[in-house]
């Protein structure tokens, strides 16, 4: 057997040659207009509120924004408060850990 692992090409950092299911994604508009392309990884809610977790296409890191849903669109809020951004990124954390852990099973 070989130690080389297979590169499953999604960028999950996972090393298993698999099929993963097609992400939604969604535009983000920037303060300076620029648009950017994410996908969704999902909403969740902490303390009541709800938010949801980004994934840029082109990059690696999770933007986590406060989510609103109203009758034809949704809205996005900056989350300023740093003890609760660690609350809510604590809660995303485990959430997606819970899953990956799910998934190995």
Do not use: R
């Amino acid at each position: 057997m070989s130690d080389e692992k297979n590169d499953c090409g999604c960028g999950c950092g996972c090393d298993q040659d698999h099929e993963h299911e097609e992400m939604e994604t969604m535009m983000l508009t920037l303060d300076d207009d620029t648009e950017l392309e994410c996908g969704i990884i999902g909403v969740f809610e902490v303390e009541g509120k709800d938010y949801i977790a980004l994934l840029p296409t082109e990059e690696e890191t999770v933007l986590i924004y406060e989510f609103k849903e109203t009758e034809d669109d949704v809205e996005l809020g900056m989350i300023e408060d740093d003890d609760l951004f660690d609350k809510v990124s604590a809660a995303f954390n485990e959430i997606w850990d819970d899953e990956e852990d799910d998934e190995e099973e």
